[in-house]
């Protein structure tokens, strides 16, 4: 697949206009074209080149980022997690190391306390907000498309687990502040561990297409998955946090489907898998951490 392609300049190009500040008439109107066109434009029917660049000014974004031309900035986790999306919803493989287990593995219960966590770990003044609120909002309907389209399509997935980062979100509970009442804290303590006990059924059940290993020495701080389709393969390298103590509202993330980039990531893959963990041994160790961390 192009990266030049019409069909991805509008996926591009819808991220990030559910990553901005306007609505699709606002975008329109500023540009000085339909409603309807705009929309054409993100299914896939080319844009002028004058008119991409108006867009790309208009949304605060690179018309190379835009374009797919070169490394893929974004600053908005709508728009990140939208590309995700994307991206997801024509691979074939993905290959994940996101510090505990991918967010298209957890629970739906995940969901209801990642919003509560994100929500807490707001400064006072931003707690009710309306426009942080519906960035939230936003932000957590995407992700839960990224769910949906995952259970639906079934692509396989090479997960690689952090066991220190699923010590701290047992001892830590899923919260998004410190300062939470002692029975608040238990309750989100339980909360973390119905979802190692999901990791830990997984490992154990192994249902076809998805294989987790359990890093039990240092991990690299950057979160990263690795798409592969058809034609082309894109990594992803994510500032974004979706456990406790969550981040969604800071960072600049980045796509690429550059070789050297690709292959880079694809060797720490490789090598990390095979000093993991996996299967029975993995899932008696996590059963160990959660004794260990009654």
């Not at 329109?28 to 054409?40: D, V």
């Not at 830590?172 to 006990?197: C, H, K, M, W, Y």
Request: glycine share 6%; proline share 4%; with cysteine.
């Amino acid at each position: 697949m192009n990266e030049l392609s019409p069909k991805e300049i509008g996926y591009r190009l819808k991220a990030f206009r559910l990553g901005s500040k306007y609505s699709t008439e606002e975008i329109a109107a500023k540009i000085g074209i339909s409603r309807a066109a705009l929309y054409r434009y993100e299914k896939g029917d080319p844009p002028k080149l004058e008119t991409l660049e108006a867009i790309a000014e208009l949304l605060g974004v690179s018309l190379p980022s835009l374009m797919g031309v070169g490394v893929e900035y974004i600053s908005s986790a709508i728009s990140f997690f939208e590309r995700m999306r994307q991206n997801e919803a024509e691979s074939e493989q993905l290959s994940v190391m996101f510090g505990l287990v991918s967010y298209l593995l957890t629970t739906d219960d995940f969901d209801k306390y990642l919003e509560i966590s994100i929500k807490e770990g707001l400064p006072e003044e931003l707690q009710n907000d309306p426009e942080i609120l519906n960035h939230i909002s936003e932000i957590l309907s995407v992700l839960q498309e990224r769910k949906k389209g995952y259970r639906q399509r079934r692509p396989s997935m090479v997960n690689l687990a952090s066991a220190t980062n699923l010590e701290q979100f047992l001892r830590s509970g899923f919260v998004g502040t410190f300062d939470l009442p002692e029975d608040v804290l238990q309750e989100r303590r339980e909360v973390a561990r119905r979802e190692v006990e999901n990791v830990i059924t997984l490992l154990e059940e192994q249902p076809i297409g998805v294989q987790i290993g359990v890093l039990i020495d240092s991990v690299p701080s950057t979160h990263f998955q690795i798409f592969r389709q058809s034609e082309r393969s894109t990594l992803c390298l994510s500032p974004y946090k979706l456990c406790h103590f969550p981040n969604v509202r800071l960072g600049v993330g980045m796509l690429t489907s550059a070789p050297e980039a690709l292959e880079l990531h694809q060797q720490m893959i490789t090598e990390l898998w095979g000093r993991a963990l996996k299967g029975r041994r993995a899932a008696d160790y996590l059963r160990k951490m959660l004794e260990d961390c009654k």
